[in-house]
């Protein structure tokens, strides 16, 4: 691929990771604020660690706030990493469903979320690159 190709593809490659990796960040900060019982149950499950359920109303508005951020290119060291860190964190506590994906009850759905690590990391490395709404 030459030069000319790779800058006019680049920036709609970033657009695309940004955008459904924004709508994942969405989803998930949607639902704390619907199904705020979820999130202590997931910290409960995964983390061991026992939270209130306002804490899913601060958790979803970080995670719409990223969300937001990816959808406009907007802070993207911060935003970028801290969406990587972040996921990263939830793939980790899930390893034990992701090196058994098929035990009783089975839940290989959690691998899925290996994929999207990649995105959110190849989405901060290129970051530089990148170029959000208000950079026009």
Known sequence: MNDEALARTLPRALL?????????????????????????GIWGFFYGISVPQMSAYVFGVVEIAIAICLFLGLFRTV??????????IS????????????????NHLFIAGVPVLGGFVALFLLRRWDRGLLDR
């Open 91 to 106: 793939v980790a506590v899930s390893w034990p469903v992701l090196i058994q994906p098929w035990a009783d009850p089975a």
């Open 16 to 40: 695309v990771l940004r955008i459904t990796l924004g709508l994942f960040l969405l989803q998930w900060g949607v639902e704390k604020f619907i199904v705020p019982e979820n999130t202590v």
């Open 79 to 88: 935003a970028y990493g801290a969406a990587m860190i972040l996921h990263a």
